[in-house]
Nanobody
């Protein structure tokens, strides 16, 4: 069993930055691919970024490319999402997710464990 706990969300003005963290329990974190998803009110949950087990392969959705950076520290069992130049349309509940395989996937149902989410609100 893996438990995930997100932190770092909050209220920020457009153009600002936030760094989300996701701390994972368990000794095999380094074997998992990780993803960040987000869900805005009335919308489906969509993938934002993903990272392979060793951090060498990453994915970004078009809407966040060049603004967000996903990274991980396997020694700390933590994955991060650095969010720069935030826009009001980035407002959503952000979730981290773990996939019990080394490669990331774009599909929500491919992820095995989920955190409770952290709210990000960007004001204009």
């Amino acid at each position: 069993q893996v438990q995930l706990a997100e932190s770092g969300g909050g209220l920020v003005q457009a153009g600002g930055s936030l760094r989300l963290s996701c701390a994972a329990s368990g000794r095999t974190f380094s074997n998992y691919a990780m993803g960040w998803f987000r869900q805005a009110p009335g919308k489906e949950r969509d993938i934002v970024a993903a990272i392979s087990w060793n951090g060498f392969n990453t994915y970004y959705s078009d809407s966040v490319k060049d603004r967000f950076t996903i990274s991980r520290d396997n020694a700390k069992n933590t994955v991060y999402l650095q969010m720069n130049n935030l826009k009001p349309e980035d407002t959503a509940l952000y979730y981290c997710a773990a996939r019990i395989t080394k490669a990331w996937d774009l599909k929500e149902y491919e992820y095995d464990y989920w955190g409770q989410g952290t709210q990000v609100t960007v004001s204009s």
